[in-house]
């Protein structure tokens, strides 16, 4: 299982701050991850549309295409906020 | 020092720590950010700050790895809250200690422009109409790119 993380508004649309999901053999890539959310909760499709969300795998910023295992930490970031 | 926390802090006591111990430097700046009044801001009660343990730390430490490869720094405090905070609490404050006044100023200023805009922390107002998520302002991308194109500040008296 791969835990999921939501930060922001991502964890209002997702409905908690993080889950365990079984990543489906097709699900190799965070796009692919994005577009089996989106499938999942209409909300978090809408912010996935709206914004300039950003990744982490295991700690580590990663790219859209990034490849992802069952065994990572994926995380997902809307635009931050400090100060 | 970086320091995230969850309970409030007295910017005062922190700055007065600092000073003693970046004591042989020339200039030491200051800046504390707080939680505007309600009476001056849409009814905002509070605010929720959340952060992500661990890389939030990281991404300030590369922002003032950042400052300390453009200006020449002694010391550095960078303290940022997370959790629920009220109107007139302190968010976060930035100290930077050098020789010169300067390079103090500027850094401080790089350190809270990239805060605002790099750093991992994401707020929430309570309002009295429900709860915003806010994001970056245009004006507040736009102080943080002034500081793309100017070259490395040159050391002066």
Not at chain 2, 123 to 144: C, H, L, M
């Amino acid at each position: 299982m791969a835990r999921i993380l939501f930060f922001g508004k991502l964890a209002d649309a997702a409905g908690g701050r993080s889950c365990d999901f079984s990543l489906a053999p097709d699900t190799r890539t965070i796009d692919d991850l994005v577009s089996a959310l989106s499938a999942k909760e209409a909300a978090l499709a809408a912010v996935f549309n709206e914004n300039a969300v950003r990744f982490i795998v295991n700690e580590m910023i990663a790219s859209r295409d990034a490849a992802i295992s069952d065994e990572d930490e994926i995380a997902f970031l809307p635009p931050v906020s400090g100060g | 020092m970086i320091r995230v926390c969850a309970d409030s802090f007295d910017p005062g006591a922190e700055l007065s720590a600092f000073e003693k111990n970046a004591s042989g430097a020339g200039a030491v700046v200051s800046f504390t950010g707080k939680v505007r009044d309600a009476a001056g801001s849409d009814g905002v009660k509070a605010l929720c700050l959340e952060h992500y343990p661990g890389v939030t730390e990281r991404s300030i430490q590369e922002i003032e790895n950042k400052a300390r490869e453009r200006w020449k720094i002694d010391e550095t405090l960078i303290i940022h809250r997370v959790g629920e905070l009220a109107p007139g609490d302190p968010i976060v404050m930035v100290c930077v200690a050098s020789a010169h006044r300067r390079e103090a100023f500027e850094a401080a200023d790089f350190l809270m422009d990239y805060l605002k805009t790099e750093a991992m922390f994401w707020k929430k107002e309570i309002r009295d109409s429900g709860e915003v998520w806010i994001e970056p302002r245009n004006a507040d991308y736009k102080d943080a790119a002034r500081w793309k194109d100017s070259g490395r500040h040159d050391e002066e008296e």
